[in-house]
């Protein structure tokens, strides 16, 4: 059974469009994530979401929108798409101090 | 605010060798820390933790880490690699009071090389 789970594996899109992308968790943590790894490998977070609640938005643009429609899931909708969004975006989740479980990625390119 | 080093950037080693990745951290509460390793094209996979108690932690894949307070540093340590421990590693850390954000190190590309 997958733990973390990401839906798409592979997003290509032109500039200016909207997408999303879907997570889902079955460890029943609490907390989910989302981060992004840029082209140098750096990973730095995005949002964090605890039981459905937004707990950190870590000054990413109004274009990036997450939405947990319950404790397992965590979308990330991303509006006028820029090509310095091109990226791979984890999503994981944890219970509150402990290790995050990481998803397998979404490597989005924006052309 | 925590914040995490990682001085190298890059560590090539020959096969069967030993081997140590750098991790520095810095934060003004209590810490818990972890090292992941990212295979190429795939996820973050958890080598090991230190939460609390003994020091010495060991991981998968024949890793082990030491906590030092004091240097505030975890540095990752493997006696003996193999061609297959080739991956990039990240050090990380969260805070003990329920913080529910993990802060990463740039990462450190390790290379085993025949």
Same mark, same amino acid.
């Given at each position: 059974d997958t733990a973390v789970s990401q839906?798409?594996?592979?997003?290509?899109?032109?500039?200016?469009? =909207?997408?999303?992308?879907?997570c889902e968790q079955n460890l029943g943590h609490d907390t989910m994530y989302?981060?992004?790894? =840029?082209?140098?490998?750096?990973?730095?977070?995005?949002?964090?979401y605890n039981n459905?609640?937004?707990?950190?938005?870590?000054?990413? *643009?109004?274009?990036?929108? *997450?939405?947990? *429609?319950d404790k397992a899931h965590l979308?990330?909708?991303?509006?006028?798409?820029?090509?310095? =969004?091109?990226?791979?975006?984890?999503c994981a989740s944890s219970q509150p101090?402990q290790e995050g479980f990481f998803g397998p990625?979404?490597?989005?390119?924006?052309? | 605010?925590?914040? $995490?080093?990682?001085?190298?950037?890059? @560590?090539? $080693?020959?096969?069967?060798?030993?081997?140590?990745?750098?991790?520095? +951290?810095?934060?003004?509460?209590? $810490?818990?820390? /972890?090292? +992941?390793?990212?295979?190429?094209?795939?996820g973050?996979q958890l080598?090991?933790?230190?939460?609390?108690?003994?020091?010495?932690?060991?991981?998968?894949?024949? /890793?082990?880490?030491?906590?030092?307070?004091?240097?505030?540093?975890?540095?990752?340590?493997?006696?003996? @690699?193999?061609?297959?421990?080739?991956?990039? +590693?990240?050090?990380?850390?969260?805070?003990?009071?329920?913080?529910?954000?993990?802060?990463?190190?740039?990462?450190?590309?390790?290379? $085993?090389?025949?």
């Amino acid at each position: 059974d997958t733990a973390v789970s990401q839906t798409p594996k592979y997003l290509v899109t032109q500039m200016g469009n =909207d997408k999303s992308i879907k997570c889902e968790q079955n460890l029943g943590h609490d907390t989910m994530y989302w981060y992004k790894q =840029d082209s140098k490998k750096f990973l730095k977070i995005m949002f964090s979401y605890n039981n459905k609640e937004l707990i950190i938005n870590e000054t990413v *643009p109004n274009r990036f929108s *997450p939405k947990s *429609p319950d404790k397992a899931h965590l979308n990330l909708h991303i509006n006028s798409l820029e090509l310095g =969004d091109s990226a791979v975006y984890f999503c994981a989740s944890s219970q509150p101090g402990q290790e995050g479980f990481f998803g397998p990625g979404t490597r989005l390119t924006v052309l | 605010a925590q914040s $995490v080093t990682q001085l190298d950037s890059q @560590v090539p $080693v020959f096969e069967e060798a030993p081997v140590e990745l750098r991790c520095n +951290y810095s934060s003004s509460v209590s $810490v818990y820390l /972890f090292w +992941y390793v990212q295979y190429p094209n795939q996820g973050l996979q958890l080598l090991l933790k230190y939460l609390s108690g003994s020091t010495l932690v060991k991981g998968i894949n024949g /890793f082990e880490a030491e906590f030092n307070k004091s240097q505030t540093s975890f540095h990752l340590r493997k006696p003996s @690699v193999h061609i297959s421990d080739t991956a990039e +590693y990240f050090c990380a850390v969260t805070t003990t009071g329920g913080g529910n954000k993990l802060t990463f190190g740039t990462g450190t590309q390790l290379k $085993v090389e025949l």
